[in-house]
């Protein structure tokens, strides 16, 4: 499969479509999208830079580049690290839909927001803290203020109330979408010209679903209704260390099956290893021995429980559950002595609480280069995986950094290794594809899921998955019929 090179007609054509202002070539503008590459190692420059803004200016571009055999490469925030750059070369228009910032309606009833692609979380958030305090939308937990809901649901993140209700892309009820050949498609129920967006499985079969995790490869989705959940005033959070991630995986199994009443007040269970708290900090100037970190009262393992309640006695009643349930699992631990209760300081709980947080941001520090490999497995195999993951971090000479969370109360997990790695090193950039490359062929034969497959490596999954592949290529040659869009992704040209 072959791609145009952009010429000068073709950037007038661009210019044509959205005025002089939001359309450019220039070297400087175009390279500063692939500084937001971070994740993304294999991320290219796009040719021209296109900044739509309505719906019929979105059409008109897929059909053009679409007849031109340009590939198209869609953003809504640009930070999911450079998953939104393209893969290939020539990069093609990179679709910059941050100016399609509308909060079209916010349903407090039907618990709904419907918003465009370039709402950050940031505004959402603040949006709704002012004008409806009582709710909270779906932004992610640890994503930067500026990226999307949008972008995030698309990629099949986790919000910060993932634990309790599901991942993102459950939050999502409907959407719109521009295909490349031209239909402007409305999923669920708003597939009725009159219909609210109450009712995700619409007419039904549910077309919504199979852009969840597309990564831009079918169409540019250019409105979305997404679940609103309720905000209330008594919330905390509870944390248990532990010397290794079994006890960490097999405490908070059990506290999540204690479904009503308990563990759909967790709204984030999330966890990991010591090496989370020392990779935020410049390799140069922290410790690197655990010493350090058991002298600070960091367990090797530990486990967060945030917690959100209507009335302080539901709060009360879910903290002293958890923390009977991991007495009496004391009885059953592998480590029962270091599994012990850590007090955080109210200024701790404080910083977890505020929304959106910066928290994942300074794993930049540590040698400027991060790349977060993301994996589902079976809640009761997380430890396994991270078992697994340190050893082979160990290995290859990079720090075992783990983070893992609850999805739906146990349901599943993601596990989220942290590699931080000097981006300004090739042999770093090998290390680190090797250490990719050996892991996720041990993870595919266990059966797991890697969140947000790159072009190189995690894209064996669809070869082994080959008659699923064959009709999302069937999908893709419907409605993308000069496969332009973000060639790369999810192993289709
Ligand atoms: C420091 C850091 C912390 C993070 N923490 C979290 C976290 O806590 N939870 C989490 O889930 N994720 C997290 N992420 C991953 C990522 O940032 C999120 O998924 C984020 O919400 C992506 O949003 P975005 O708008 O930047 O997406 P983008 O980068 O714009 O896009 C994501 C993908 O969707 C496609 N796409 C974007 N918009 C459209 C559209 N309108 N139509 C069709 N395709 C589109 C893009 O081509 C790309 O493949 C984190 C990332 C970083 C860098």
Redesign the pocket.
Known sequence: MSYKLCTEKDFEAMIGIVGKEFATNNKAITAGYLA?A??GLESQIPDIVVRPKYVEEIRKILIYCSAEKIAV?????????????PTIRPGGVV?D?GR?KRIIEIDEDNRFCVIE?GV??GELWAYMHKNHPDWAPP??????P???????????????Y?SSVGP?GDNFMCGE?VFPNGDVVRTGSWALPFAKPFYKYGLGPDMWSF?MG?????????KAAVKIYPHPKHKTVVVWGMSNPYDMQDLTLEVGKKEFGISHHTVMVQGGNYQLVMTRWPKDKVPHDYEFYEGMGISPWWMNWEIWAQEESELNHVIETIDKQAEDFKKRAKDPDALKKQELHPKQIASRMKKPN????P??FWEAG?L?I?WYTPWNECAHFCDMYTKAAEKHGLPPTIWVASIERCRQA?CMPIIGFDSTKQSDFERVQDLNRETTEYALKQGWLN??PDPYIHIQAYYQAGMYWKYLRAFKKLVDPNMI??PG?LALP
């Not at 932004?139 to 930067?144: R, T």
């Open positions: 937001k971070i994740m490469s869609p953003i809504s925030g640009g930070l999911s690290g450079g998953f939104a750059c679709l839909l399609m692609p950050t979380n932004i992610p937990d640890g994503a930067p500026a990226a999307t809901v949008m972008g995030d649901a698309i990629d099949r993140g986790f919000s910060l993932t993102q979408i852009l597309s990564q831009g490869s079918f169409g540019v989705i250019t910066k928290i994942a941001i794993y930049s991060f977060f993301t993601i969140y947000r869009m973000h992704r």
